[in-house]
């Protein structure tokens, strides 16, 4: 397992925009699962929405991005590097997220060709599947 501190020896993200606290699986260059805890207090619950706070989509494809982040740049030969998004397909959105609920992330790395890869992620929420998608990145120097 992964804590907060080694993800940010891994990535480059800093609050308010790591949206990971822990890597509770991870095999190098190939998969990883991620947990964010939605605590009730976090600034983007006050806009998205008041009086029905709903954790924003776009930012559970940042999730997973990061996710499949972890796992790529966990390979010696990535060290140091950045990845950034290229692309987003089949994505789809299956339930509401909401404050007080624990979203986990699982990145499964289906294609690297140089610089460029590909990977099928999901986030849930306990065994209930909120969002799904393909997302394609490029590994580049910072």
Known sequence: MLDRMQIEAILPHRDPFLFLDRVIELVPGEYAVAEKDLLPTEDVFRGHFPGHPVFPGVLQLEALAQTGAVAVLSQPEAKGKIILFGRADE??????V??????RFEMRMTRTRGAVGKGEGKAFVGSELACSASLTF???EP
């Open 91 to 96: 994505v789809k959105f299956r339930r509401e």
């Open 138 to 140: 490029m590994i580049t």
């Open 98 to 103: 909401q404050p007080g609920e624990t979203l």
